[in-house]
């Protein structure tokens, strides 16, 4: 290893860290008067030590993998939040067509603005994502992971993050459609036979296991956790689809083995699983986002720069407006408008389809650049807007709540 490359990884281990403390004081902060997600933050502080302000940071070869092994955690966090059984049905069959017309309005943007039908794709892809794991810290701290509300806008992140990486793995795979599709399908059985056989019986020594090492140094149920994680993802990326694909279906699998267990496990491993996700894992993903974001590529190109708030704009047309399909009937118009906003809120698959487009150089950096500062400003602004309209409901809601069924 050069000294320079030593350097800049050691720079990295330390500086790292230190902006992933710094993150939730500011947040904290600044919530005393705006409550903004942290991971705003976490991404501002990481342009600004990156190479595009301060420079403290670069691009590193330790950080890069830790920041990919954050982004797989994220999904396997957003895939363990889904309660099936509270947005199956009518919500997420919705979700579902909502995400459809998503991805058909996604297309028309990105053949209006980008040169190729490629480049078009990735941009229809990257509107019609959500950030599903994004959202899920927030709807837990405002309270409404459990509510009719939060299942709804659940139900329209498990599809805008699940559908998004099935047309990443049919559409970028390298692959003609028909054999990515036969692919495709191979790995649906494997997780459908996995996922069944989770779901079929009580699993009692595995919850003896897991109840005896839960607090001592053998922790095997974090242990089978990262095991799910990593080799559902080994199996994506051996089969060539998107490996983001296998964490989300991993966090689903390992929902539906938890769901016999007692509640006491499963607080105390919710608990224990979130220290490593968003205490160590998902920070630096969020972070190197930051480092790793083409400032001066975007403020060097006038045209990319004003395409930002096109993109914002376009997230919320293309991505929100297709999400009221979900809602229930009655559902009060300030809740409705907050569906609106948290289902355009996008940044992970935006991040991720767009590294492919630029190292396939299906897409330009300037562009690559604008997509990424589009989801960066639905982070920012959505979030907390919806949150606004939501709670302008609240009152009015609490005593009578449409059904979603």
Do not use: C
């Amino acid at each position: 290893m050069s000294t320079e490359i030593a350097a800049t990884s050691a720079a990295s281990l330390v500086i790292v860290p230190a902006v992933a403390v710094a993150a939730p004081l500011i947040a904290a902060a600044v919530g005393r008067v705006a409550v903004v997600p942290l991971v705003v933050f976490e991404i501002l502080l990481g342009i600004i030590v990156g190479p595009s302000l301060l420079g403290w940071v670069d691009e590193a070869p330790f950080t890069a993998t830790l920041a990919e092994l954050g982004l797989a955690t994220l999904f396997f966090m957003a895939g363990s939040e889904i309660e099936f059984s509270a947005i199956a049905g009518r919500p997420l069959v919705r979700a579902a067509l909502g995400w459809v017309l998503s991805l058909g309005g996604g297309i028309a943007v990105g053949l209006l603005l980008a040169p190729t039908f490629p480049a078009a794709v990735i941009i229809a892809i990257a509107l019609s994502s959500t950030a599903l794991g994004t959202l899920i810290p927030v709807l837990r701290d405002a309270g409404e992971a459990d509510t009719p509300f939060g299942h709804v806008v659940k139900a329209i992140g498990a599809v805008g993050e699940f559908g998004p990486l099935l047309a990443i793995s049919l559409f970028l795979s390298g692959r003609e459609p028909l054999p990515s599709a036969l692919i495709l399908i191979a790995f649906a059985v494997v997780s459908i036979a996995a996922i069944v056989v989770a779901a079929r019986g009580s699993h009692v020594r595995l919850h003896r296991v897991i109840t005896a090492t839960l607090h001592t140094s053998g922790q095997f149920a974090v242990r089978l956790a990262l095991l799910l994680v990593l080799g559902l993802v080994a199996l994506t990326y051996a089969l060539g689809l998107d490996i983001l694909l296998g964490a989300f279906a991993a966090g689903v699998l390992w929902r539906l083995l938890m769901a016999s267990s007692t509640p006491s496990n499963r607080e105390a491993l919710e608990s224990k699983l979130d220290a490593v996700a968003f205490g160590f894992l998902v920070p630096v993903f969020f972070i190197y986002t930051g480092i790793t974001f083409d400032l001066d590529a975007l403020l060097a190109d006038p045209a990319a720069l004003a395409l930002v708030p096109v993109f914002a704009l376009a997230l919320l047309v293309v991505r929100g407006l297709p999400g009221l399909i979900a809602s229930p009937p009655g559902t009060p118009a300030a809740t409705r408008g907050a569906v609106v906003l948290l289902g355009a809120t996008g940044l992970p698959i935006i991040v991720a389809v767009t590294q492919i487009g630029v190292e396939r150089e299906i897409l330009s950096s300037a562009t690559a650049a604008a997509l990424v500062g589009a989801g960066m400003l639905t982070v920012l602004i959505f979030p907390a807007l919806g949150l606004a309209q939501r709670r302008r409901d609240t009152s009015a809601v609490a005593d009578a709540e449409p059904s979603l069924d």
